[in-house]
């Protein structure tokens, strides 16, 4: 079973940055990529980034791309998601699951035994 953890969002004011966790228990398997999607109010749960743990080969989608990035600790079998230049669109609940991955990529395509997490609201105001 693939679950993880995020933490890590909050309020903060346009421009402002925040960096989000996604935190795998010790008793999931790695995955082989990681996908944060985010659902803003009233919309759909779309896709935002996406990384492949054994190629660290990462896909952005426009939106936010230059402004989010990724880091990992995998002592603590972590992925960051940081996230700079916050804008209000930028707002929702933010999850992270296993995605498929084939060859050495991501896709947004979330993986038949990967359950959703909690997620973590970003709110970006002022």
């Known amino acids: 079973q693939l679950q993880f953890v995020e933490s890590g969002g909050g309020l903060v004011q346009p421009g402002g940055s925040l960096r989000l966790s996604c935190a795998a228990s010790e008793f999931t398997r790695r995955a082989s990529a990681i996908g944060w999607f985010r659902q803003a109010p009233g919309k759909e749960r779309e896709g935002v980034s996406c990384?492949?743990?054994?190629?660290?080969?990462?896909h952005f989608v426009d939106s936010v791309k230059g402004r989010f990035s990724f880091s990992r600790d995998d002592a603590k079998n972590t992925i960051y998601l940081h996230m700079d230049h916050l804008k209000p669109e930028d707002t929702g609940i933010y999850y992270c699951?296993?995605?498929?991955?084939?060859?050495?990529?991501?896709?947004?395509?979330?993986?038949?035994?990967?359950?959703w997490g909690q997620g973590t609201q970003v709110t970006v105001s002022s």
């Open positions: 699951v296993a995605v498929v991955g084939p060859d050495g990529f991501c896709t947004y395509r979330k993986k038949p035994d990967a359950n």
């Open positions: 990384i492949n743990n054994r190629t660290s080969l990462a």
